[in-house]
């Protein structure tokens, strides 16, 4: 029986990589994302922010790819890149051309199952951060959020900021990197996603070709918290 067009389609490898795709054929171009089940609240509070540093530093080499080849070659490809961290996830993206999605999904795979975290571009990267945590500084909302946080969760690792913790990010080293991501960037947490004009059987082999070698891995734990209710006012200056 012939699926519908607009069905998703998935599949879990052997690895437990979650692949899946939703067929949209009067489309002419291909978003493909990575989404990894591990964000801020799977951190200890001696690594809050670790998550954030990776997803900025995965950019910056692999055992293939330098910094400057990772930069030419998305742009050789016309793609749109992105990447976030959140809460419970961080995710990777790239859009462009439809024609393009296996060559997407071949370049997140590398930047995910084999970043290098150069010293010398986690330095300069290091810099980019901390700015960061200058302008969130500034940012009344993100105040706001922070505070809501720490009122709803007490001391419980959902409360903690996906921005992380300033102290941390300055002393983070290669080798912590290197553990985080061997850690947790592995099949039970990993999650391939494409939308555009593709075959769907066709594309998650691509994605099994790209991602079936990912150690299997055990998925992120996190503790259930206790939402702590009740009201709490306090004004700031």
Known sequence: MPRAATAPVQTTLPNGVRALVLPMPERQTAAVSVF???GSQHEPRVLNGIGHVVEHMVFKGTRTRDAARINLDAESLGAEVNAHTDKDHSA?????????ATRFVQLLADLLLAPTF???ELERERQVLLQEFAEDEDDPMATAYRLF???AWGSHP??????GRRGNVERLAREDLQRWVGAHFNGANLIVAAAGP???DAWLREAERAFGAAPAGTPAQLAAPVWGGGVRTRQLA
């Open 36 to 38: 990894v089940r591990c």
């Open 92 to 100: 990777f993206h790239l859009h462009g051309l439809a024609a393009d």
């Open 118 to 120: 150069p010293a010398d």
């Open 149 to 151: 946080d720490h009122a």
């Open 158 to 163: 959902v409360a903690q900021p996906a921005i």
């Open 198 to 200: 593709m075959n769907p």
